[in-house]
T-cell receptor, first 115, second 113 residues
């Protein structure tokens, strides 16, 4: 069964550094999402992406965040200057372009640790 | 999206049916009830969704009350692998759309051997 993959599984970085989290969505899906989950807290929506542009974003998704689909398979989340509070699990998800379903399929996550 | 209320935790014996309640008294007529679950820090996993009729798939059944103000997710024969946090989410159907999901705190279901 096709699945969303994410790399790396764990990323450790120093405060102020830039990080890029990578995702490979399910191949025939056209909607892509990033969520984050701070340890012990709720899963929070960050951004959705469709047709090479941001479709929706939350208040968390400020100027330090950006997303990109650099090629036909990858979907990336960049954090420009990481802060301690960016430490969290980051989940990528994708969904098909279909009126028959809006199920979002999540990847296993990248654990980001900012020191 | 309408607000949902779920118990913070529940226990269920292995092999028994697990019944997870959700209250959504402010649900509007065109909002659906979705259930996702998250097994120990893995990515959330879709389970089922419905509008007003009861729904069943290979994972679970969803029972929605006639007034749609509450629903119950039923795992018919719970196994240890069903231990997870279960999220009830009420939202508009966005087939062909890109709306983000709003997760609450969910119910931590613990299956006891």
């Amino acid at each position: 069964e096709p699945e969303v993959t994410q790399t790396p599984s764990h990323q450790v970085t120093q405060m102020g550094q830039e990080v890029i989290l990578r995702c490979v969505p399910i191949s025939n899906h056209l909607y892509f999402y990033w969520y984050r989950q701070i340890l012990g807290q709720k899963v929070e929506f960050l951004v959705s992406f469709y047709n090479n542009e941001i479709s929706e974003k939350s208040e968390i998704f400020d100027d330090q965040f950006s997303v990109e689909r650099p090629d036909g398979s990858n979907f990336t989340l960049k954090i420009r200057s990481t802060k301690l509070e960016d430490s969290a699990m980051y989940f990528c998800a994708s969904s098909p372009d279909s009126v028959r379903t809006d199920t979002q399929y999540f990847g296993p996550g990248t654990r980001l640790t900012v020191l | 999206d309408a607000k949902t209320t779920q118990p913070p935790s529940m226990d269920c014996a292995e092999g028994r049916a697990a019944n997870l309640p959700c209250n959504h008294s402010t649900i509007s007529g065109n909002e659906y009830v979705y259930w996702y679950r998250q097994i120990h820090s893995q990515g959330p996993q879709y389970i089922i969704h419905g509008l007003k009729n009861n729904e069943t798939n290979e994972m679970a059944s969803l029972i929605i009350t006639e007034d749609r103000k509450s629903s119950t997710l039923i795992l018919p024969h719970a196994t240890l692998r069903d231990t997870a946090v279960y999220y009830c989410i009420v939202r508009l159907y966005s087939g062909g759309g890109a709306d983000g999901l709003t997760f609450g705190k969910g119910t931590h279901l613990i299956i006891q051997p």
